[in-house]
């Protein structure tokens, strides 16, 4: 507030300290709501036990990529800003690489390892960074993919299986040969989405696995859009274009692709557009694939993905893989859950809702998939 940044609207945070810790164990962020208006030294924060009027001093900024976005743009220009988080997002691989991650833990071993823990019962202990334990060594092979039902024609690298040989129901079992798609998006997104699904249809050379194109790759015979454009982002909005266009058009869509932004995960499932529309279209027998607008934008990395779980989506089965003949039949369960908030400030109510949402084969063919908002 001293540098002229506006807070109002943001989510604000506090630090818990744990007293009886004896500063052992770090404070933690608590985030409390969204800043309505500053009067002088104190904010008014909405939160979930009302207003509250709270010292500037003791709330931070949540650290949140819209704040810290906002906040970089003010202290620097937004196209700085952006580069920056550019370039955090392309380092993101850092965070799980082994090497990294053990030299990492090296140093933390050796600090500790120099430091002698007590209690004030005078129990004491140090920890030895030399000690070391034997694993039991397990050899893993690489699994093959397989693409034919007479199992002969198999890859170590499903993409490259995909381009060889095309997906294993082709010709078979999968029936959607051209897929009828709505696409429901912004307005000023229409010119980003309708690039998106020119390179979608037909690859993108700058793409390392994704040059040849849904089509193509899938062994379809065609693909159609219909986009739909909404002028504002409120769940109102999405649910009355998705309804009229699907009043309003021939034949079943057998697939929607729908824009969708990070923001909407701060809202609660009844005003959140992604629960809304996927929860009517589902009720229509339409399955959902969504997409956020930087990822629309900047497809490279993220196109053949996108084209996999459109597929799948379909009904389509890409590759299975090899399983032992017997007359016992495997069958995998995936159970999913969701904790249902109504918002990620501190106080709320939540609940969680668990169910079942896929079935497979051990080979890894899809038997059953719910995918309902229940």
């Not at 790759?217 to 109102?236: H, M, N, P, W």
């Amino acid at each position: 507030m001293e540098q002229g940044f506006d807070i109002r609207g943001l989510e604000v945070a506090n630090l818990v300290r744990y007293e009886s810790s004896q500063e052992v164990v770090a404070p933690s962020f608590q985030t409390i709501g969204r800043v309505k208006f500053v009067k002088g030294n104190i904010a008014i924060v909405e939160s979930n036990d009302g207003d509250r009027e709270i010292l500037l001093s003791s709330l931070f900024l949540n650290k949140t990529h819209e704040n810290i976005r906002l906040y970089l743009e003010f202290v620097l220009d937004s196209n700085r800003a952006n580069s920056i988080l550019h370039n955090v997002k392309q380092r993101e691989f850092q965070r799980n690489d082994a090497s990294i991650l053990y030299s990492e833990i090296t140093q933390l071993a050796n600090v500790l390892s120099q430091l002698e823990f007590k209690n004030g019962d005078g129990f004491c202990f140090i920890m030895d960074k030399k000690g070391t334990t034997d694993f039991p060594k397990l050899s893993l092979e690489n699994p093959k993919y397989l693409f034919d039902v007479s199992l002969s024609k198999s890859h170590i690298t499903p993409a490259k299986g995909l381009v060889e040989f095309g997906p294993y129901d082709y010709g078979k079992f999968f029936e959607v040969s051209h897929p009828y798609v709505l696409v429901i998006c912004h307005k000023s997104s229409v010119g980003a989405f309708s690039q998106f699904l020119g390179r979608l249809r037909d690859g993108y050379n700058e793409s390392p696995t994704f040059t040849k194109g849904f089509i193509a790759l899938y062994r379809l015979q065609g693909i159609t859009f219909k986009i739909v454009e909404v002028d504002d982002y409120s769940t109102a909005n999405f649910l009355d274009k998705i309804k009229k266009a699907i009043e309003q058009s021939e034949k079943q869509f057998d697939i929607a692709i729908i824009e969708t932004k990070h923001e909407f995960r701060r809202l609660p499932p009844q005003e959140d557009s992604y629960w809304q529309s996927k929860a009517y279209l589902l009720q229509q027998g339409i399955t959902v694939q969504f997409i956020k607008e930087i990822n629309v934008r900047e497809p490279k990395f993220i196109l053949d993905s996108f084209a996999l779980q459109m597929y799948a989506k379909l009904g389509g089965t890409p590759w299975v893989l090899p399983s032992s003949p017997n007359i016992a039949h495997e069958l995998v369960v995936g159970v999913g859950s969701k904790m249902i908030r109504s918002n990620l400030y501190v106080g709320a109510q939540q609940h969680r809702i668990v169910g079942i949402t896929t079935f497979f084969n051990a080979d890894g063919s899809t038997c059953l998939v719910q995918d309902r908002k229940r």
